[in-house]
């Protein structure tokens, strides 16, 4: 059914990181110098699922700090988002413990070294197709979905259809 190979049905927490996974390694520079980054629509669909669904947890954790990118996933439905990260690994164990999450019932996906702790904490460490090679080395899945192209949608897709809460008929929910 999934192509995890990990008992997804006892997943609770879905962790993200954004640059290289929920938009691309690869972004343009506006003429402040300031990155302009991009959302995958289908992955924000999956997302918002996730949460109105109450069966998965997220959270994401960015060092990268944009006013937009709080109001994009906090209208997802994302309550925890930690942007401008310092130490992500240390924010993550703060996470877990405050929201009473187990490493086996968490994912982690990353794409570059700044996540490599992290990856190598939970029970199911998910890199994108494009992440850096230790990235890659470190998870348990590796998405078909390069970073920005549908990574989450990939991953929280195969964890609710396990949880058969994934609904495939047309609905009226835009993300
Ligand atoms: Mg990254």
Redesign the pocket.
């Known amino acids: 059914m999934s192509k995890i190979a990990y008992d997804l049905s006892k997943m609770r927490a879905v962790v993200f990181?954004?640059?290289?996974?929920l938009s691309p390694?690869t972004v343009s520079l506006g003429e402040n110098g300031i990155p302009c980054r991009m959302a995958n629509l289908r992955d924000g669909y999956a997302m918002q699922r996730a949460i109105q669904t109450g069966t998965l947890d997220l959270c994401i954790i960015?060092?990268?700090d944009a006013p937009g990118l709080r109001e994009r996933f906090r209208n997802l439905g994302v309550k925890d988002i930690y942007l401008n990260a310092g130490d992500k690994f240390e924010i993550l164990k703060y996470w877990m413990e405050r929201r009473g999450y187990l490493p086996e019932e968490t994912a982690y996906v990353?794409?570059?070294i700044?996540?490599l702790s992290c990856m190598r904490y939970v029970g199911l460490p998910v890199a994108p197709s494009d992440?850096a090679p230790e990235c890659r080395d470190a998870a348990r899945y590796i998405t078909k979905a390069a970073?920005g192209y549908g990574v989450a949608r990939e991953l929280l897709e195969q964890i609710l259809k396990v949880r058969r809460v994934w609904n495939t008929e047309t609905n009226k929910e835009n993300a």
């Open positions: 990181d954004i640059d290289g996974v390694a960015s060092s990268a990353g794409d570059d700044p996540d992440a970073g």
